[in-house]
């Protein structure tokens, strides 16, 4: 049997090892997957136990302990994790944690399955935090037209689109978001955690096939429902992005690829 576990404080809510018991049924692997409060002094020690047991052969990491992942994982890790600096994925190779980054590649499987294909697409960001940090790079490796980024603090998207340095990729203020015409604008902000509006502006959607929040919740967020009412033509939530960055996680370790549909729409609150 091989064990996982997620990582996190809290983490009594995380949906995790519903999520990856789903995926050994279906692709026919043995785990035990379990949640793991790690004491914020001990995180780094409470991992190394896990990893102790040679069954042990993956983790999951989440708040607020992805930037002590990355430091663990630093010189093994993929080009989002090192963007973002944070990790939420630890596989031990050899003895040796990889880490990873799969919030991207969660994103960009569910647009795909939602939208079909980002090439030509003008592509709008909102919000300079440790999500969009991880999801940049995964988006333009997709061919889209171009790429922005607003945020309510300028100063962080122009920090972001610095270190990614890619001729598509363009940090823009309030002022310009009507102008870019975005097809698919991200919500990657907290906002809708406390019921607010990111940066906005009521013209922007004239153009959008998509509004996407990465937040997820029973009900509409507070972005997909403004969104709606300015002309989106779809919106949808981030819980799809939860099951594939999952999914993205267990074929790192298993090498095996779960079908999400089924378990996205089992498990959507
Ligand atoms: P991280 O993901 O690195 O933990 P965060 O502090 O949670 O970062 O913030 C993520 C993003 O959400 C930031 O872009 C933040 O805007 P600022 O850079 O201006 O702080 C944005 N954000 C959070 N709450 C917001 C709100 N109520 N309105 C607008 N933007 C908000």
């Known amino acids: 049997m091989k064990k996982f576990a997620v990582f996190g404080n809290p983490i009594s809510q995380s949906l995790s090892p519903a999520i990856h018991h789903m995926f050994a049924d279906l692709t026919g692997e043995t785990i035990q997957y379990e949640k793991i409060e790690a004491p ?10 896990f990893f102790a047991d040679e069954r042990a052969v993956g983790c999951n990491v989440t708040v607020p302990f992805k930037e002590r992942a990355f430091k663990l994982s630093e010189a093994n890790c993929n080009e989002e994790a090192a963007t973002a600096k944070a990790v939420n994925t630890l596989h031990k190779v050899n003895g040796c944690l990889n880490g990873y980054t799969t919030d991207g590649m969660g994103l960009v499987a569910d647009l795909l399955s939602t939208t079909g294909s980002l090439s030509g697409k003008r592509i709008l960001l909102i919000g300079a935090g440790g999500a969009t940090r ?6 333009l490796r997709e061919n889209p037209e171009s790429l922005f980024i607003a945020n309510r603090t300028f100063a962080k998207a122009q920090a972001i689109v610095s270190d990614i340095a890619n001729p598509k ?5 309030a ?15 907290s906002a809708s955690l406390t ?11 004239g153009k959008c096939e998509l509004a996407y929040d990465m937040v997820y919740s029973s009900q509409p967020t507070r972005f997909m429902q403004y969104a709606a009412e ?7 939530d981030g819980f799809g992005m939860l099951v594939e960055q ?20 089992k498990l959507r609150p």
């Open 134 to 139: 991880g999801v940049a790079g995964p988006l």
């Open 175 to 189: 002022d310009e978001l009507v102008s870019v015409e975005a097809h698919i604008i991200i919500n990657c902000t």
């Open 246 to 265: 999952a999914a993205a996680a267990f074929t790192i370790w298993t090498g095996k690829t779960p079908e999400t549909a089924g378990v996205i729409q």
């Open 230 to 236: 300015k002309g989106a033509a779809a919106t949808r």
């Open 195 to 205: 019921g607010d509006l990111p940066v906005v502006s009521e013209s922007m959607f």
């Open 40 to 49: 914020i002094e001990g995180f780094e020690d409470t991992v190394t136990n």
């Open 169 to 173: 990729f363009e940090a823009i203020t």
